[in-house]
């Protein structure tokens, strides 16, 4: 089993939904929480980070996460066409700096 | 501007054949990463850095190395590429144990 499973995707959804993105994990040391956008031939960018248990909201993007349930969501309101991307979860369990581990990504699309 | 900067982007070459991916930043990071993308497995550290002279493997270090003479510099060595590390290669910095990494725009490597 990985530390950290995502679905894959596809995700295809029209403009203007909402979109959930979720991740679940297995070690319960984890405690730093990322989100990362990655468009084709670009590195990952960051989105949200978290740290700990919580939600953490940045314009159209809220990130949860449920320590409880082992589980992180990134919710994306109004989406845009340009939202369409690679959206990888990433952990770590107690620096962001060295051990990170990812999910493999879930691609997201957005139907005008 | 802040920058990751990996070259070459693209490499194809042959079995056996050593070579070298360079990553520089210019942001006075500390820390530093390397990592491979491979389909169905998302993001992997291969190695990380905590300092100038201070290197350690991460989860698929094997058939690689790495060097920190330079804090801005962090080279990828393959001394005998192999087919099974032909991916995309993504460089990673951060200042800040705490902070998330910024990512370089990767460099993809096919070994024939």
């Known amino acids: 089993q990985k530390e950290v499973e995502q679905d894959p995707g596809p995700l295809s959804v029209p403009e203007g939904a909402i979109v959930s993105l979720n991740c679940t994990y297995s070690?319960?040391?984890?405690?730093?929480f990322m989100w990362y956008r990655q468009y084709s031939r670009k590195g990952p960018e960051l989105l949200m980070y978290?740290?700990?248990?919580g939600n953490k909201e940045d314009g159209r993007f809220t990130a949860q996460v449920d320590k409880s349930s082992k589980y992180i969501s990134l919710f994306i309101r109004d989406s845009q066409p340009s939202d369409s991307a690679t959206y990888l979860c990433a952990m770590s369990d107690y620096s962001s700096a060295s051990k990170i581990i990812f999910g493999s990504g879930t691609r997201l699309s957005i139907r005008p | 501007e802040a920058q990751v900067t990996q070259n070459p982007r693209y490499l194809i070459t042959v079995t056996g054949k050593k070579l070298t991916v360079t990553c520089s930043q210019n942001?006075?990071?500390?820390?530093m990463s390397w990592y491979r993308q491979d389909p169905g497995l998302g993001l992997r550290q291969i190695y990380y850095s905590m300092n100038v002279e201070v290197t350690d493997k991460g989860d698929v270090p094997e058939g690689y190395k790495v060097s920190r003479k330079e804090k801005r510099n962090f080279p990828l060595i393959l001394e005998s590429p192999s087919p099974n590390q032909t991916s995309l290669y993504f460089c990673?910095?951060?200042?800040?144990?705490?902070?998330?990494?910024?990512f370089g725009d990767g460099t993809r490597l096919s070994i024939l």
């Open positions: 942001m006075n990071h500390e820390y």
């Open positions: 978290t740290y700990s248990s």
């Open positions: 070690n319960s040391a984890f405690q730093y």
């Open positions: 990673a910095s951060t200042g800040d144990s705490n902070q998330p990494q910024h």
